[in-house]
């Protein structure tokens, strides 16, 4: 895979900063949001690190031995599958159960900012990618163009939302060349929402079922976007984690483990910038639609947390008139932007999650 040379040179001195700043950091932290909302809310996910080195595509995934597993590293297995559109290297990882082959397969689609290790947190049981590799999935993660490990673009608007949609395109069809089979699950965060939904129009046949989690369903607010990148920062990377009165964040909703963890990874991962496209889409009028639910065929599960900033709820609410058969609407109450890392909130997302995904009967529906 390509790098960039001052990438490499970086690796090193960046990974030593970031552990020493989780050092000093981690009992006193406490970060403050932007007063601007509209400018942050493609950070849906959040990643990091300048250094795209490939951290997470060891054999065995590293657990902690001391916390709550969902799965330990002797048993799961990651391997990076070689992938290129248009000229570029694309990051493609599956992580299953060791010595299985997984008869079910999801792909996991980032947001705006940062990129797909977002879904991986290495903490307790709060990794999505590890509690679905334990229910039988072959879990795949994708970087878009210009994101996290992906390789780098020279124009930050050129991956747009119509553009990821492509990508995620060529993700599949490798995804179904490699396993044999004809369709999968395809799972969208935020601005993910947006562009797996394109992908699940154009490419009905190649859905299973569709998950739209904290959907942009329209506009999050005209906000001139004109810089091909984004300025990536730690404080930015901790924006959407829910705060108190006075500023800080709330510690009954995340954990600073998890916060820390969090941060760091974005800094790693995600480094200083990452492509302005699609923030340069969502940044509309919410006037403006970016999802048409009424074209997806797929049967969809909308799963959201009732206090999410970036949601349109009026047309959340009614989502479900213009989805079809055997799709599914879930708020969770209390539940904010990243309500799948919330300490509260996360086991019900997952519970939710999968008891949509195991719906045989919705799946027969989907085949006839």
């Known amino acids: 895979m390509k790098m960039k040379i001052k990438k490499k040179i970086k690796t090193k001195i960046k990974t030593v900063v970031c552990l020493l700043l989780c050092v000093m950091i981690l009992p006193v932290i406490s970060v403050h949001a932007g007063s601007d909302k509209t400018d942050k809310t493609s950070d849906d996910s959040v990643n990091a690190g300048t250094d795209k080195t490939d951290n997470r595509s060891d054999d065995s995934i590293h657990t902690d031995t001391d916390k709550t597993e969902t799965v330990s590293d002797d048993v799961l297995s990651r391997a990076v599958v070689p992938l290129e ?13 060791s010595g299985t082959e997984p008869q079910k397969q999801i792909l996991l689609i980032h947001g705006v900012t940062y990129s797909s290790h977002e879904f991986d947190i290495d903490y307790e049981d709060y990794s999505l990618v590890r509690k679905l590799a334990q229910e039988g999935y072959g879990v795949w993660l994708l970087d878009i163009a210009g994101f996290g490990q992906s390789e780098e673009v020279k124009d930050g608007f050129m991956p747009d939302s119509d553009y990821a949609a492509e990508d995620i395109h060529a993700a599949v069809e ?8 004809e369709k999968i699950d395809v799972l969208g965060w935020s601005w993910g929402t947006v562009t797996v939904s394109r992908f699940a129009v154009r490419y009905p046949e190649l859905v299973d079922r569709l998950v739209l989690y904290a959907p942009i369903l329209t506009g999050i607010g005209e906000y001139a976007i004109t810089e091909p990148f984004h300025h990536n920062t730690w404080e930015h990377a901790a924006d959407d984690f829910q705060r108190n009165e006075d500023g800080s964040i709330n510690e009954e909703i995340t954990d600073p483990v998890i916060r820390e963890l ?3 990874s974005c800094w790693h991962f995600d480094g200083e910038s990452s492509p302005n496209g699609g923030r340069r889409d969502v940044c509309v009028d919410s ?4 999802i048409d639910l009424s074209k997806i065929r797929t049967p969809t599960l ?5 206090q999410d ?6 047309k959340v609410n009614a989502c479900l008139d213009s989805l079809p058969e055997g799709s599914s609407l879930e708020v969770i109450s209390g539940g904010a932007h990243m309500v799948f890392v919330e300490k509260p909130f996360y086991h019900d997302f997952q519970d939710r ?4 995904l195991n719906d045989d009967a919705g799946a027969m529906d989907n085949a006839a």
């Open 174 to 181: 490798k995804i179904i060349h490699e396993t044999g089979q």
């Open 287 to 290: 006037s403006v639609d970016l």
């Open 353 to 356: 999650l999968l008891e949509f």
């Open 302 to 306: 909308v799963i959201c947390g009732d």
């Open 309 to 314: 900033p970036y949601l349109n709820y009026d």
């Open 262 to 264: 969090w941060c760091s």
């Open 85 to 97: 559109r248009n000229g570029i290297d694309l990051y493609l990882t599956r992580t299953m159960l």
